[in-house]
């Protein structure tokens, strides 16, 4: 069950792995075809299919990876990246990845932690590093040139257009200064009670300074004061171990994989 304004239990490990398999993105790049067919949702580039989301009703796994594969092979596709992991696709077999040749291109650890209440000690504001919101105490074109820097490019999530941006669901950024110099960046959406979090960059010259636990502490106080009861990442092997570290727990993992198309 998840928790609920009048009663702010804990957080049961299938309720937090329901909500890492509803927060799939809809963002495909500039450039790419976008297509959707029969409930599955793909973009291809360069003559690989990524399967975004699939809709449709509740069938096997082994039966919606089989379909994808065929749609992927319709539209001239010569791979598809099919992400598995929570929601359709948690339960589809080796066997059956095995069959199709799937090899693992990247594993993202499903991460979370209650935030209802107080801030945990490791992530209490220090006083060297200052995090400054986005339309409260810097503009949006800070917070983008760091990502810019940072990774070459703004986050997805800003232009995903199944992201909420009303004032209420609107994204909490966040820019990390250290002695008033630009240090990082990152960002959350709220999802009802749930802080999805993403996009933490920090500037080479101002690694390993404590730059990216500042961010996480910014953004879990905000989304605590607005609301959220859950702080959740989809983690890269580099940031896993450090918000474990911070008190973190994981709970599942997102492994992408590709697979060859027939043709």
Same mark, same amino acid.
């Given at each position: ?72 092979? %319709?539209?001239?596709?010569?791979? #598809?990246?099919?992400?598995? !992991? @929570?929601? +359709?696709? =948690?339960?589809?077999? &080796? /066997?059956? *990845? ?7 291109? %990247?594993?993202?650890?499903?991460? #979370?932690?209650?935030?209802? !209440? @107080?801030? +945990?000690? =490791?992530?209490?504001? &220090? /006083?060297? *590093? ?134």
């Amino acid at each position: 069950m998840r928790a609920s304004e009048a009663d702010r239990m804990m957080w049961a490990s299938d309720a937090v792995l329901d909500e890492s398999a509803a927060w799939r993105s809809s963002w495909h790049p500039a450039g790419s075809d976008y297509f959707v067919v029969d409930g599955y949702e793909f973009y291809q580039q360069d003559g690989e299919a990524t399967l975004l989301n699939y809709r449709g009703p509740r069938i096997p796994a082994a039966e919606i990876i089989e379909n994808a594969l065929a749609i992927a092979s %319709a539209h001239g596709a010569h791979a #598809a990246l099919v992400t598995v !992991g @929570p929601g +359709p696709l =948690g339960e589809v077999s &080796t /066997d059956v *990845l095995d069959g199709h040749g799937a090899e693992t291109v %990247a594993v993202v650890d499903v991460v #979370a932690m209650e935030i209802g !209440g @107080p801030t +945990p000690e =490791g992530l209490a504001a &220090t /006083d060297d *590093l200052d995090c400054r919101k986005v339309g409260v105490d810097c503009h949006i074109d800070e917070f983008e040139d760091v990502s810019r820097r940072a990774w070459g490019f703004v986050p997805p999530v800003l232009s995903d257009p199944s992201a909420a941006h009303d004032d209420d669901r609107s994204p909490g950024l966040f820019v990390a200064r250290c002695a008033g110099v630009t240090a990082g960046a990152g960002g959350y959406s709220l999802a009802a009670q749930v802080a999805r979090m993403w996009g933490a960059a920090v500037l080479p010259e101002f690694r390993r300074r404590g730059v990216y636990r500042a961010l996480i502490g910014a953004r879990v106080r905000d989304a605590r004061d607005r609301g959220a009861t859950l702080a959740l990442v989809h983690a890269e092997q580099t940031s896993s171990p450090i918000l474990q570290a911070l008190g973190f727990r994981k709970f599942g993992e997102r492994r992408r994989v590709r697979m060859s198309v027939g043709n």
